[in-house]
């Protein structure tokens, strides 16, 4: 701050002066000092209005950057949205599968219970089917025992019939035969023998009496009985059972007699 005064003495004039000086000297070196200070504090501003330019270019960046990610996020959070609705019928469509296996599981274990049924029926029949076939093994051996006792009793009828025809034929040794029955043992005859053939190459014989001329006989009610002798034992006819009462000759007389009435 500068002082002027106006008057006073030489002296006076001489310190005001100085003073002026002085005080001009200081006032310049504040100015100064303090221009510098504005200018300190210019220059600062500018920094921090460059900054601040930086800081609000960077929040409207940030802000751009912030919409884009709410942008995302509204995105997101859609995808998340249909995410669950999937993840939602996936865990029905889950809870349906495990019913179906739990019924698939229950309905293997039935069809494996069957199964086991099955088996054993399988194994019954088996055993059946072999028991059947060893019956039916067994019926055809019978059957084959059966048809060659059928051809060996044709064959056997056969031969009877001949010798019936044979003993038809004749008459002289038929009407001695007849004549000699009778109840008590006869004494020793002369017999004939007719041969016959088989079917499957057996030769049979079969041995006749030849009785004398007698009284017709009184026959009895017995059964008669046949003997046939054979070259092999496996065609042999099997003996009729004998009769209870009367004699050999008796049956005998008894089989021829009913083969002439036949």
Partial sequence: MTVFQLGGGKEHSNN??????????????????????????????????????????EMEQLHQELSNQGRLLNQCRARQELFESEKTALLHKIAGLEESVDDQSRTIAMLNMEKVKLL??????????????????????????????CKNQLVTISNL???????????????????????????????????????????????YPQLPTAPSPTLTNTAPSTVISSSNSSNTAGPIPAPPSGDYWTAIGRALFSGFES
């Fill in 16 to 57: 005001s002066g100085s003073e002026s000086i002085s005080s001009l000297s200081l006032g310049l070196d504040e100015g100064c000092t303090l221009q510098r200070l504005i200018d300190d504090l210019k220059k600062e501003i500018e920094s921090k209005d460059r900054v601040l330019r930086g800081r609000h270019n």
């Fill in 120 to 149: 054993r029926q399988v194994d019954d029949l088996k055993e059946t089917l072999h028991q059947y076939r060893d019956n039916l093994q067994k019926t055809s051996e019978e059957k084959v025992a059966i048809e060659d006792e």
């Fill in 161 to 207: 019939r001949v010798a019936l025809e044979e003993t038809k034929r004749n008459g002289s040794s038929s009407v001695s035969f007849f004549s000699g029955l009778r109840y008590s043992q006869p004494q020793p005859q002369q017999t004939y023998s007719v041969s016959y053939l088989h079917a499957n190459g057996k030769d049979d014989t079969v041995e």
